[in-house]
């Protein structure tokens, strides 16, 4: 079992047959027992990653709804979704002053920080603390979840 904070990019590919599809598949295998978290902002960014990847493969609208509507239902079953606060959002514009992000890239960032944070929090103090993998198809913001010190998958690195 691993805990695992996927960002969108990630998110979407379970929904279209890409590279990494399969493995993003393997990730949510509930027999894997595998904790995942994502950021409330996701519920928005994945929508609109899945309506523009329909519109650049022609795909029907009762298909993409469809395919929001499996994202949804995703959400309640597979995730535990991380609610954006106030404090968030200042850590993540904070974020932004020392990193090249995104306003998106920066609030899934700081959703993970503070994942990683209460996980830490929650663990006793002679616990090894439990490792947050990032999940990012996005290789520039994986760079820069690195040197925040975050393990990290690419699930396109799985074809």
């Not at 994502?38 to 795909?59: P, Y």
């Not at 609030?107 to 929090?121: P, S």
Request: hydrophobic share 40%.
């Amino acid at each position: 079992m691993a805990m695992y904070f996927l960002d969108s990019s990630a998110i979407v590919k379970r929904y279209f047959q890409e590279p990494g599809h399969e493995w993003i598949e393997t990730l949510h295998d509930p027999n894997e027992g595998h904790v995942l978290y994502i950021a409330q902002a996701a519920l928005v960014e994945v929508v609109a990653s899945i309506c523009r990847k329909a519109r650049e493969q022609d795909m029907p609208l009762e298909e993409r709804n469809i395919t929001i509507d499996d994202f949804r239902r995703d959400v309640r079953r597979s995730y535990s979704v991380w609610v954006v606060d106030t404090a968030l959002y200042t850590a993540a514009g904070d974020l932004c002053r020392t990193q090249r992000l995104r306003a998106y890239d920066a609030m899934q960032l700081a959703c993970a920080l503070a994942v990683r944070e209460d996980a830490f929090t929650a663990q006793p103090p002679e616990a090894e603390p439990p490792d947050v993998i990032f999940v990012s198809a996005d290789r520039g913001l994986l760079t820069l979840v690195l040197a925040e010190g975050f393990n990290v998958e690419d699930p396109n690195n799985y074809t």
